[in-house]
C-alpha cells in the first residue's frame, strides 16, 4: 500500500493564479482531512470529510479555498485566486471509521505563491 | 471550543538528559489524546495514544485530567528523538481531529 498519496509534491505560482492540490487516501478509509502546516500556526484543520460528505469546514480560511470529494478515493483543495499568504505546506491524511486518531499522513504539497 | 497547547515551539535537551514536551488542551467532553511525530524527511505519524497507555521509543504520555494536560516525557533524550511532535486532541460525535502548533525536539550530541 503506497499510502495516501498527494499531488503535486512542490507547486510555485504567481500571486492570482489557481492552485489545486490533490489527495488519494487509503483505500477503505472512510474520513479524509486537509491540513495545512506553516511555522507561526503549526498544523491547522482546514476541512475534513466522513464518508465523502463535508463535516466541518470552518477551518477554511476564506471563500478563494474550496475542497472536493467526488468519490472515496480523490479529493481536491482549490486555491482561486492565490495569494503569498497561502504559502504553506498542505497535508491531506486519512482514516479508518472507529480508529479515531489514527491519521495517516500523505507527504504534504508545498505551495508557495510569489 | 476544543484547543490543544504546546507552549514550546523549539525544546533543545543534551542527549542523555530527560525530555518532557508539554501539552494542555481545552475540551468541554470526554479527552482522547494523541503524540504524533515528524522526523525529518518522513511523514507525519502517529507516535502514542493516551488510551492505550504505551511506551513507543521510550516515550510515555499520562492524561492529566485534573490539570487537562498531556505531556510527552522520555528519560534519556537519543539524537534519534531529533523531531517535530504534535498533540493532538480528538474531539465531537465525528471525531474531528485538532492538532497543536508543534515543538521542535533538538537533542545535542
Known amino acids: 500500500d503506497a499510502g495516501v498519496i498527494q499531488s503535486p509534491r512542490h507547486e510555485v505560482t504567481e500571486m492570482g493564479q489557481e492552485v489545486t492540490l490533490r489527495c488519494k487516501p487509503i483505500s477503505g478509509h472512510d474520513y479524509l482531512f486537509w491540513y495545512r502546516q506553516t511555522m507561526m500556526r503549526g498544523l491547522e484543520l482546514l476541512i475534513y470529510?466522513?464518508?465523502?460528505?463535508?463535516?466541518?469546514d470552518s477551518g477554511m480560511p476564506e471563500d478563494r479555498f474550496s475542497a472536493k470529494m467526488p468519490n472515496a478515493s480523490f479529493s481536491t483543495l482549490k486555491i482561486q485566486p492565490s495569494e503569498p499568504r497561502d504559502s504553506a505546506v498542505y497535508f491531506c491524511?486519512?482514516?479508518?471509521?472507529?480508529?479515531?486518531?489514527?491519521?495517516?499522513f500523505g507527504e504534504g504539497s508545498r505551495l508557495t505563491v510569489l | 471550543a476544543q484547543r490543544v497547547t504546546q507552549p514550546e515551539k523549539l525544546l533543545s535537551v543534551f542527549k542523555g538528559a530527560p525530555v518532557e514536551l508539554k501539552c494542555n488542551y481545552s475540551y468541554s467532553g470526554s479527552p482522547e489524546l494523541f503524540w504524533y511525530v515528524q522526523y525529518s524527511r518522513q511523514r507525519l505519524q502517529l507516535l502514542l495514544r493516551h488510551i492505550s497507555r504505551e511506551s513507543i521509543k521510550g516515550f510515555t504520555a499520562d492524561l492529566n485530567k485534573g490539570e487537562t494536560s498531556f505531556h510527552l516525557k522520555k528519560p534519556f533524550a537519543q539524537e534519534e528523538d531529533s523531531a517535530m511532535y504534535y498533540c493532538a486532541l480528538i474531539s465531537g460525535g465525528y471525531q474531528k481531529v485538532t492538532f497543536g502548533i508543534g515543538t521542535k525536539l533538538q537533542v545535542i550530541p
Open positions: 491524511a486519512s482514516r479508518r471509521q472507529g480508529r479515531a486518531g489514527e491519521l495517516f
Open positions: 470529510f466522513n464518508n465523502n460528505v463535508p463535516i466541518d
